[in-house]
């Protein structure tokens, strides 16, 4: 983690002269903020190029074809969308994005391919299981075509659904995780379709299992190795290399399996070598470091009589949520162009090294390529009071001893004493508690302590925010005296990694971007879970606790977007609390504007409640029963009886989430 501060401080030092000191809140908004301004604070530059960008409306404008042209106003979309009947949340997938994110990594492969005069070609697949949403994965394979764009499969049911998704024999269908007997057979017939399956063996066992059923079915298939990399990964992920990694053969194994196909006159059929080190690799020298290591693996596989030919270098191909292009866990330090080149680069050196012909190399980069196409947009219900804004008056004489004093301190915040001023108000502030615990503090006198107290940390916050070093008890301050906003979303439908994993996501509002976000909040969920909630935001430095947003308004929606969580988000998410999934559009661009390809609607109440047994039907009859006792005992009106039925009925057929009317 050490080196890891250490470069993102570099590049902090570099962006630190850029960075204005107008982040700091004002309560009025600032009559010079401009859209720029916005732009440098959501650092939507960083992690949106060249997708999302800001209009002069103060809008975020969508260009899902990145620099070739055509774009949209997201808000206006929204209002579209809302005209249609499409509630919020709504997730907002642009197939264009996908499309463009395809080609992007493949120009990256073909233009190292040619820098390094590589004797290979690059055939990437797509990991199942980071979306395996079906108009996705059909979107994939037909923008994959012209690449040869295949997938890869790590359980049985996404095998099943590569199986029928794909339709090129150039396209690989790469077979990894834990495979039973139908698993590998389903795999193996399918070359009898035409497909290209590569069954990767992951564990020891595997290896028998495969030998048999070449035997049973008459089949020679193409197998590839998983190898359990000594070279560690890092972060979140690391744990999938080493060797304690969950998958693949340690090198002992690796032999061992070498031998049985040997024994089953089989190593013509071993011809690919895997490693996956994990995902979201935010340092390319741990990359780098994996190559080199499989290289060796690779080169010595084909001089023990493998018949070597394909290379597959597995995912983390990591995405730039911070945009800050560091090795923060948040970040990464390389393009797709760096990626392409080593991978390239290293593995020419180590074939001709040994007079090799080079493999044709393999990457199943799934958050690289499905990050980007979705937006989440959702709306904001209300917010909480910020503490600490009510005026204050000066105390009387009758008033407590601990108010006056707590005042004393109140008016003598300055720059000087400001951290030893908070020790003294949190001192006050607790011994108030502690006698009123004691009934020597009335509640009303409590009521005024605590309102001092949060206004002397108020006065605290504004001098602190100015300054370049903030002692370390402070930092709470901000996250303290945040205003909550409440969304009309669960975090764990949603984005369930931020709860899980603190991953970090760019949040920020989709309009009023013209306008200073003049309030700091953070998010709270509809769940009643206290860990339904976004408290880290992405940030130049590290994270930070609160989210510059704007006051909500009484006539007007407010609408914030959650991007770059096209990947992993939508399976993982839950069903806490009964929240579904929400609305889901597809957007393609024509060239007359845009064409909502696809409406897949979020689930309604009654299809959460069937997911834990309960028959709508049933409910709503329970309910009309009890009405009707209630009528005849006389405690309930006809017309209350026929509202509450009402209600009932149209919710079991509606949208698990709060609608704005
Ligand atoms: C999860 C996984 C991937 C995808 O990794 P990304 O970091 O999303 O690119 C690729 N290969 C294997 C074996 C995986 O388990």
């Known amino acids: ?140 394979v037909r923008f994959g075509r012209p690449h040869q764009f295949g997938l890869e499969a790590g359980s049985k049911p996404e095998l099943l659904i590569a199986l029928a998704t794909l339709d090129s024999p150039e396209s690989l269908l790469i077979c990894n995780g834990y495979k039973d007997r139908e698993y590998i057979e389903t795999a193996m017939l399918s070359q009898r379709l035409g497909q290209t399956p590569i069954i990767v063996l992951e564990q020891p066992d595997e290896v028998e299992l495969v030998i048999k059923a070449s035997q049973r079915l008459h089949i020679r298939p193409i197998l590839g190795v998983r190898a359990k990399l000594s070279s560690k990964g890092v972060g979140r992920w690391g744990g999938s290399a080493g060797d304690r990694a969950k998958f693949g053969l340690a090198i002992p194994e690796l032999l061992s ?169 949190v001192q006050f502030k607790d011994e108030a508690i502690s006698l009123f615990n004691f009934g020597y503090v009335s509640l009303t006198e409590r009521a005024k302590i605590e309102r001092l107290y949060w206004a002397c940390c108020r006065r605290i916050l504004d001098l602190v925010r100015h300054e370049d070093y903030v002692p370390d008890d402070l930092e709470d301050l901000d996250r303290n005296l945040a205003s909550i906003y409440y969304i009309n979303l669960s975090v764990f439908q949603s984005m369930p990694d931020a709860w899980a994993i603190d991953q970090l996501f760019p949040i920020m509002p989709i309009h009023r971007l013209d306008e200073e976000p003049v309030n700091r909040g953070t998010l709270a969920d509809l769940t009643c879970d206290s860990d339904g909630k976004i408290d880290q935001f992405i940030d130049l430095r590290d994270v930070k606790p609160v989210l510059e947003l704007h006051p909500v308004t009484e006539h007007e929606p407010y609408y914030l977007g959650l991007f770059l969580g096209g990947a992993y988000q939508e399976i993982m998410g839950n069903l806490h609390n009964l929240f579904g999934d929400t609305n889901t559009v ?76």
């Open 1 to 140: 983690m050490e080196t890891t501060r250490q470069s993102r401080e570099q590049v902090l030092q570099a962006l630190r002269s850029q960075v204005t000191s107008d982040q700091a809140v004002a309560a009025t908004p600032s009559p010079h903020w401009t859209i720029e301004k916005s732009e440098e604070l959501y650092r939507i530059k960083g992690w949106g190029e060249p997708y999302f960008s800001i209009n002069a409306a103060g809008h975020i404008t969508v260009s899902p074809k990145g620099d070739r042209g055509g774009s949209l106003d997201l808000y206006h979309l929204v209002e579209s969308l809302k005209k249609r009947n499409l509630d919020l949340p709504i997730l907002i997938r642009f197939s264009d994005i996908l499309e463009d994110r395809i080609e992007q990594l493949n120009a990256c492969f073909a233009k190292a391919i040619a820098r390094y005069s590589y004797n290979g070609v690059y055939r990437g697949v797509f990991p199942v299981k980071c979306n395996q949403q079906r108009h996705l994965v059909e979107d994939l």
């Open 257 to 425: 399996a070498v031998e049985q196909l040997k024994q089953a006159d089989m190593l013509d059929c071993l011809q690919l070598l895997h490693f996956h080190i994990g995902s979201q690799i935010s340092a390319i020298s741990v990359i780098k470091d994996a190559l080199r290591e499989a290289c060796q693996i690779y080169v010595e596989l084909s001089a023990l009589g493998a018949k070597m030919g394909f290379l597959d270098v597995g995912g983390g191909l990591g995405i730039d949520y911070d945009g800050s292009k560091t090795n923060f866990y948040a970040s990464k330090n390389y393009s797709i162009q760096n990626y392409a080149n080593d991978v390239v680069a290293e593995v020419q050196e180590a074939c001709s090294a040994r007079n090799l012909p080079v493999p044709t190399l393999i990457s199943e980069s799934g958050r690289a390529i499905a990050s980007h196409q979705s937006i989440l947009v959702f709306d904001v219900l209300g917010t909480s009071d910020k503490p600490g804004l009510a005026a204050i008056e000066p105390p009387h004489e009758d008033d407590h001893a601990l108010l006056r004093e707590l005042y004393d301190t109140y008016d003598s915040v300055h720059l000087k004493n400001y951290q030893e001023a908070y020790h003294d108000a």
């Open 586 to 661: 597809h957007i393609h661009m024509t060239p007359k504007g845009y064409h909502i390809e696809h409406v897949v609607k979020g689930d309604t109440m009654t299809e959460v409640l069937s997911y834990v047994q309960y028959d709508s039907d049933d409910l709503i009859e329970n309910i009309r029963r009890r009405s009707e006792h209630a009528l005849q005992d006389g405690t309930i009106t006809i017309e209350e009886a026929q509202l509450l039925l009402q209600h009932y009925e149209h919710s079991l057929n509606h949208y698990t989430y709060l609608s704005s009317d």
